[in-house]
């Protein structure tokens, strides 16, 4: 029945396991509660990143050491939240998808993809890949030219390829697919190259688009009227991250980006619908309801972060939720089924915004940003947080047994300054970078850049955190074993007691981590997979001294109780 000839003998049981074709509709929804695979990006549909699995737990992870590890041949960043299907693992980066045996870590077939090298000018934060998506029989990924294709997943054959946008004009494509509702979902980066934000639905065996949701709509069309003259042309608004699903209710929550050029003095106005989160019907890209995070962002708060989902109580009241930790410094919890804002508070210092309006949803600017408008050009303003945000890509994970949440935190502010319009006129769609503001670092916490928080989703307070001088940009995870998996970008993996906080475990995988770490089981025992190879705006612009000494280098790591 299975057409994978390795030979391993492990494997080859594991093949004949019942596991065979988990990748059906229903298999994929059900992904969270299947520990003996990884379907899904987010490790399942609601994104929470938590494993059922205890194997593992705050007793006994110090005993975590190296099941196998497997050499990218990379120096870029690896991102690639690993997928396993019938014990084979599919990782990606910006250049090949490969298939492991995930015990061994042997190579099962490797699948190179070639773009053309000019399509990295038009990429700004990392030349990376951040995952796959499985569906009967295929794996779908994105290529950094702006290509959605579709590989055989027994041979890494490609079976379609489709071509949606052009990097000439600001595209590039790094996201990991979503399949919902027999649909494969993907959206673009490049609001910082001037481009026009959109999403896609492929026909998972054809690779057609089935259809295009603009994030930013043209004249004429509903919230146009948010986009003075001619700037919603280059509107920004990108989809880079993967969205979340309910299928219960057919929605994809997926959120989208700041709006472009950074400087806002040439297109005043809400800007929809950038920085939203949408809730989007699967089979048609229809937005069924929104919610706009930040109006107007002057300040980069690139509103694509994961869309959580979780059930809390409020007011004694079970809510179907849909959570953000935003990069503009507020956690904010919805009700997932009509976009109405349940909480939005702040979980790192923030200035742009007093509060957030609970009533009409809209945060109050402060004083400061109040200014970057009414002063214009010239005028200097210091803003928390930073563009990097409160909080970058790197997903959290939330447990619904300590209901919290476990965010790398980003704490660091920038002063901050609109240039005039005519240097505004100078970027090029394109071409450069489509910012028009000028910018300065401000590190003023006094225990570090970057805190793992332990955050109440209601309140935005952190039960515990953990400081640490380089902000972490790899994702969590956190299990039922009580542990919450990171990474540093100073290359240490560890294992965090989700109650207290407590540094339980640490590994040096040799190379900084931006990853995203996944655990499953197989035949009793757990599995922790992350990668290791770090890029990103941070490592890359900032120019921390405490990053100097790290090298590069990409790996995939798979670690196992000692003696399992
Ligand atoms: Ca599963
Ligand atoms: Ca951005």
């Known amino acids: 029945m299975r ?20 990748q ?28 059922p699995l205890t194997r593992i737990n705050r007793d006994n992870v110090k005993r975590l050491v190296p099941a196998w590890a497997y050499s990218m041949a990379d120096n870029n960043g690896q991102q690639s939240h690993a997928l396993v ?55 779908f990924r994105t290529t950094l030219d702006a290509h ?39 959206g673009v980066a490049g609001a910082e190259y001037g481009h026009r934000g959109y999403l896609e639905g492929y026909d998972p065996q054809t690779g057609k688009v089935l259809w295009r949701t603009w994030t930013v709509p ?30 219960e209710l057919d929605l994809v929550y997926w959120g989208t980006g700041n709006p472009a050029p950074w400087n806002p ?61 935003h990069r503009n410094g507020f956690f904010y919890v919805l009700d997932r089924t009509n976009g109405k804002l349940l909480a939005a508070n702040k979980f790192v210092k923030v200035n742009w915004a007093d509060s957030i309006d609970l009533e009409t949803g809209r945060p109050v600017w402060s004083a400061e940003t109040k200014s970057v408008f009414e002063k214009g050009p010239g005028h200097k303003v210091r803003i928390w947080p930073a563009l990097v945000g409160g909080k970058n890509w790197a997903p959290m994970s939330y447990s619904p047994i300590t209901r919290l949440a476990y965010v790398n935190s980003a704490d660091f502010g ?32 006094p225990d570090g850049r970057g805190h793992l928080r332990a955050i109440d989703p209601l309140t935005g307070k952190s039960k515990w955190a953990i400081p640490f001088k380089s902000p972490n940009m790899a994702g969590t995870l956190v299990t039922a074993g009580g542990v919450v998996f990171t990474g540093r970008l100073t290359g240490e ?30 035949n009793g025992k757990q599995y922790v997979t992350i990668t290791s190879g770090s890029s990103g705006p941070y490592v890359q612009r900032v120019g921390d001294p405490n990053l100097a000494n790290v090298p590069p280098g990409g790996m995939v790591w798979t670690f196992k109780l000692f003696e399992d």
């Not at 040096?508 to 931006?514: D, E, P, S, Y």
Request: hydrophobic share 40%; net charge negative; glycine share 10%.
């Open 85 to 139: 299907m019938d014990g084979v693992m599919y990782i990606t980066d910006h250049a090949k998808t490969v298939a492991l045996d995930a015990l061994t870590g042997k190579q099962i077939w490797k699948s190179v993809i070639e773009y053309p090298p000019e399509t990295t000018r038009v990429v700004c934060c990392g030349i990376v890949n951040r995952g796959a998506a499985l569906f009967e029989g295929k794996l």
């Open 265 to 325: 003095l040439g297109r005043k106005g809400d800007n929809l619908y950038t920085n939203s989160i949408l809730a989007i019907r699967p089979k048609t890209g229809e937005i069924v309801w929104y919610y706009q995070t930040t109006p107007g962002d002057p300040f980069d708060y690139d509103g694509v972060n994961e869309l959580v989902q979780a059930e809390l109580p409020i007011n004694g009241q079970m809510r179907k939720v849909v959570m953000q930790a």
């Open 24 to 51: 059906t509709a229903e298999q994929l929804k059900n992904d969270h509660n299947t520990p003996g695979d990884v379907l899904t990006y987010g490790m399942g549909y609601s994104h929470q990143r938590f494993s």
């Open 218 to 247: 043209a004249p004429g069309e509903k919230g146009s009227e948010t986009w003075p003259g001619d700037s919603w042309k280059t509107g920004g608004g990108s989809t880079w991250l993967t969205g979340s699903y309910d299928p």
């Open 493 to 522: 993996f560890m294992a965090v007691d989700a109650e207290t906080g407590k540094i339980l475990w640490e590994f040096n995988l040799g190379a900084g981590t931006v990853g995203q770490p996944v655990t499953l089981e197989h």
């Open 414 to 445: 920038w002063d901050y300054e609109a240039l005039p319009l005519e240097e505004v006129a100078k970027l090029k769609p394109g071409v450069t970078p489509y910012f028009g503001v000028k910018r300065e670092y401000v590190f003023d916490h």
């Open 3 to 22: 057409s994978i000839t390795i030979g391993a003998g492990l494997l080859a049981a594991w093949l004949a396991s019942d596991a065979a074709l988990a």
């Open 148 to 186: 959605v294709i579709a590989l055989d997943i027994k041979t890494g054959k490609e079976i379609w390829r489709t071509k949606s946008a052009d990097p000439k004009d600001g595209y590039s494509m790094t996201v990991a697919p979503l399949v919902a509702n027999g649909v494969v979902i993907a």
